[in-house]
């Protein structure tokens, strides 16, 4: 399944205007970004190698993509000391509450350097 999204992502651009892939709906509603707003084209820049392009797209996503391989090695028995904070921040119910609404706000923040967190 997971190779089969790669390879959408590879051949399909989410930018182009006959993509395949659905425009975000909340934003198309409410004219304010989501959380996940910029995460297909995230994905896309990924696939093709660009690392700064998927950033500008939705930091959090890219963050969190290079962030989950180490929970999960974490939650199968891996341990290392230097991961450890981590873990111990992302693990808590809280931080997640705290953090996912202060981003959903801060992206749709007219001034700089929120402008950074919005998508393009």
Known sequence: MAALGVSLLYRFDPNA????????????????????????RALYALVHFDLP???????????????????????AGWRARWFAPVVAV?????????????????????WYPFTLLAPG
């Open 90 to 110: 992302m693990s808590e119910p809280k931080f997640w509450l705290w953090a996912l609404p202060m981003y959903w706000i801060a992206r749709n923040l007219p």
């Open 53 to 75: 392009g998927a950033f500008a797209m939705n930091p959090a996503a890219v963050l969190g993509l290079f962030t989950l391989p180490g929970l999960i090695a974490w939650k």
């Open 17 to 40: 205007g006959n993509s395949p892939f659905p425009p975000c709906v909340f934003r198309a509603v409410t004219g304010c970004y989501c959380p996940g707003c910029g995460m297909t």
